[in-house]
């Protein structure tokens, strides 16, 4: 394992270098956590370990490792709704696409066949997400397309929508009984976004991110002075506020929600002792809880935070 993952996921990579070393790695593998695209570094030097034609050590240069390090193996593949497309769809895995991936397990391989899964965009990157593409890019490899001075590829958890209903049956067929020297691996934030007939298949593991954040609140003070009362005019105006707070100081909005979140988490422990209060923040905490949801499903900032503040606006 590279020198990066090791440090990233000790765990993780002495139990994945034991099991491929002994084969008996699971055909099957689900990488969960909030930072997907170390989760993705992880799958491709798996990929990699698999496919290694020498020692498998990280500065191996046989031919396998080249391809996979420049992400053009022709066994590893990354499917999204961006790459290894078949047809023109945009928004999902299609049918298509997951035809083509069954179409490859026709045959025999002398390769190792590796199926990355993951939702995916070309994009602009905020500053945090930059941090973690120069992290990503000290593991060796490269992503799946060739980024610009602009855009970005950059790769976000699946769930159940990113997936046609067809192509969703279509794969769980391949997942029940696949051939030898085949392993799927799923990218995602929460193993619950996923179908559960793909969960009860496969081995999931936490991909934890052991970056600290550092969590700044001071904007929420206004809001939340008189928690948990808030008055009409604040309310009709917090959405507004957290849209402008967002954009000015370049944020994703699940840091934005993630601030809301621990704002509450430090109330509730300061008033560990009062039941009513604490029943209230719990609501408030699984309210926003379904804010991140929304805002891994791709919704606008701004349907986001006028929907957080409707609900507040509920308890004036």
């Known amino acids: 394992m590279s020198e ?3 440090k990233k996921y000790p765990y993780l990579s002495n139990f994945f270098k034991t099991a491929i070393n002994e084969n008996r790695l699971f055909h099957s593998l689900i990488l969960y956590g909030s930072n997907n695209l170390i989760q993705y570094g992880l799958a491709l030097e798996i990929a ?16 396998n490792c080249r391809w996979i390090r420049s992400n053009k193996h022709p066994a590893v593949m990354t499917i999204s709704k961006i790459d290894n497309k078949t ?31 993951c939702d995916a965009e070309m994009k602009n990157l905020s500053e945090s997400e930059k941090s973690e593409y120069f992290e990503f890019n000290q ?16 790769p976000t958890g699946i769930n159940t929508g990113c997936f046609s209903s067809v192509a969703a049956n279509a794969m769980l067929k391949s997942i029940e009984e696949p051939p030898s020297n085949v392993t799927f691996i799923f990218l995602t ?3 619950n976004n996923l179908l559960q007939t793909i969960v009860s298949r496969s081995q999931a593991f936490y991909a934890a991110d052991t970056k600290i954040t550092e969590y700044k609140t001071d904007f929420l003070a206004p809001y939340f002075k008189n928690y948990p009362i808030f008055s009409k005019q604040s309310v009709l105006d917090f959405s507004n506020y957290l849209l402008t707070y967002q954009n000015e100081n370049d944020l994703e909005p699940k840091y934005v929600i993630d601030c809301i979140q621990y704002y509450l988490m430090r109330l509730a422990k300061a008033n560990n002792n009062n039941r009513e209060l604490l029943s ?3 609501r408030d905490m699984e309210k926003t809880q379904n804010s991140k949801k929304m805002a ?15 609900y507040f606006a509920k308890r004036v």
């Not at 593991?139 to 950059?154: A, H, I, L, M, R």
């Open 4 to 6: 990066v993952l090791n």
């Open 48 to 63: 990699r370990q698999l496919n290694c034609l020498g020692d498998k050590s990280e500065n191996c240069q046989c031919q």
């Open 87 to 117: 047809d023109s769809s945009k928004t999902v895995i299609s049918e298509e696409q997951i035809n083509m991936v069954l179409d490859t397990l026709i045959n025999s391989s002398d390769y190792h066949r590796v199926f990355i899964f």
């Open 139 to 154: 593991t060796g490899f490269v992503s799946p397309q060739e980024n610009t001075d602009e855009k970005y590829w950059y």
């Open 189 to 191: 934030n929460d193993k």
């Open 280 to 282: 209230v923040i719990y």
């Open 296 to 310: 891994d499903s791709y919704i606008k900032e701004q349907t986001i935070y006028e929907d957080l503040a409707f």
